[in-house]
């Protein structure tokens, strides 16, 4: 897109973000069957709502180095080990849709699974292995 094309679209937006929005919720709608908590609760806010929106369709739908497929699966993954259930099923769902097998969801969540406990404990046993270290003094 050259510079002026790219004005005139943030121009657009500057003048009636509320349309703006609303494409940008229509698109999700058609896309996912249907819009999240986070951007329906973003969405009140053009300010915050439109860049969320570009940034999240960049990394999930045009990602430069991997594929839509395995930029799901990582969401997957990363949802796993934080523990957002909501996220996950929204990823786990859209990682079928872009062609991700249940076998390939289970390995992901499994090496999430296996990551966030390797963290804890590293976390857990370094903070007990200080209290040893106190209390041999």
Sequence with gaps: ???KALLA???????QPEATVQALLDMLQE??????LVPRILSRRPE???PAAVQS???YQ???AINAKTAELAAVAASAAL???H???AHMRAAQRKGASQDEILDVILVAGAIAESSTLSVALRKFRQMERKLEQ
Excluded: H
């Design 9 to 15: 679209k943030i121009e657009a937006f500057l003048q």
């Design 87 to 89: 996220c996950l099923e």
């Design 1 to 3: 897109m050259d510079r």
């Design 57 to 59: 369709r960049a990394l």
């Design 62 to 64: 045009n990602p430069r």
């Design 31 to 36: 896309q996912q069957g249907g819009v999240g």
């Design 48 to 50: 915050a709502f439109v």
């Design 83 to 85: 523990m957002c259930e």
